[in-house]
């Protein structure tokens, strides 16, 4: 999914549908142009694992239909000034571990995908 900004927070912001999510303290953050729409379900807010390079970060806020964000106050300023999109399911959070962290199966996650989420497949897998 693309990144499409990228904004500081200071303690105290909110975040997401009913500012359902506070600043605990001054954070960077990045809205992604992906949500449930796509597949990526609303419950997992606070749970999902995304991928920005070799760093794994959360959502923060309510995730929405078509974007939700994510915080990437630990990672490098020259990553995120390299990195254009960011891997939602792959081999850092596999469609097993999203289906667990739902109390679903991995078919209900790979069948939920929208139509615009690019699917990459690895023949050695």
């Known amino acids: ?11 105290g912001d909110t975040i997401g549908y009913g500012a359902s999510f506070v600043a605990d303290t001054d954070m960077r953050v990045a809205t992604i142009g992906a949500g449930y729409a796509d597949g990526y379900r609303r419950y ?5 694992k995304i991928a ?6 959360r959502p923060v806020g309510r995730i929405s239909m078509d974007l939700m ?6 990672i490098p300023d020259q990553i995120l000034e390299a990195t254009t999109s960011v891997c939602l399911l792959g081999p850092h959070y596999t469609a097993q571990e999203m289906a667990a962290d739902l109390d679903t199966i991995p078919y ?6 929208g139509d615009r989420v690019v699917r990459a497949y690895d023949a050695a897998s």
């Open 44 to 48: 997992l807010q606070d749970k999902g």
């Open 69 to 74: 964000v994510i915080d990437v106050s630990q």
């Open 1 to 11: 999914a693309p990144i499409l900004q990228i904004r500081a927070l200071k303690k």
């Open 108 to 113: 209900e996650i790979l069948t939920a995908l």
């Open 52 to 57: 920005v390079g070799d760093y794994i970060t």
